[in-house]
């Protein structure tokens, strides 16, 4: 039985329940797993875990900074063991931007940290306009409607395709 970390960035909470999902299918395996939210954990120490996985989410084109200083104040211990990255955004709902090698935020992300994960995901998230503020309902709907998503103001889908969630979660139970 291996102690697995997932540490993990949000904003609207959707990269949590990613989380939750991945623990259930990890923990399924005999595995034991902790979830740890980086703003209430930014401290978290590595060397009781045996492999680690670090999911965030992306808003205004950026992955939050907490997620930067984490890699990097953890390179060492993240190197040691076996560990996974992934990335929440919505743009991963087109069929043409939804694997590691296809997703400009994983690739833009990979380039600007040294730690090299072993395994890479990405999910497309969730938008929930009813329940943001005026403007970041207002940018976000600009954003839907330049990259033809929804965009009446009480939309709430999500797009993730929880199959592939789960089949992360067995690779990071195999890793
Ligand atoms: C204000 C706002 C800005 C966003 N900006 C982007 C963006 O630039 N690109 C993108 O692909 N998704 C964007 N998203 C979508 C989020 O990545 C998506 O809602 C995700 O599920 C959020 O995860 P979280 O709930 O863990 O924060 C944005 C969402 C909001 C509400």
């Not at 211990?77 to 296809?102: C, G, H, I, M, Y």
Request: proline share 6%; with cysteine; charged share 25%.
């Amino acid at each position: 039985m291996a102690k697995v970390l997932i540490a993990y960035s949000t904003t609207d909470g959707h990269t949590r329940t990613i989380c939750d999902r991945l623990k259930g299918i990890v923990e399924a395996q005999d595995h034991a797993v902790d979830v740890a939210w980086l703003t209430e954990q930014p401290d978290i120490d590595l060397t009781v875990f045996d492999k680690v996985v670090v999911g965030a989410s992306i808003r205004y084109g950026k992955h939050q900074p907490q997620v930067f200083d984490f890699i990097r104040k953890n390179q060492t211990q993240l190197d040691s063991k076996p560990n996974a990255f992934f990335s929440v955004n919505v743009v991963a709902r087109k069929p043409e931007k939804n694997t590691p090698d296809t997703n400009p935020y994983l690739q833009k992300f990979l380039q600007k940290i040294d730690w090299q994960p072993q395994n890479l995901a990405v999910f497309a998230g969730r938008l929930d306009y009813p329940t943001y503020s005026y403007f970041d309902r207002q940018m976000i709907r600009l954003i839907m409607w330049m990259t033809k998503g929804p965009t009446a103001p009480d939309t709430v889908v999500e797009f993730t395709d929880w199959n592939k969630v789960d089949e992360f979660g067995r690779t990071i139970a195999a890793m």
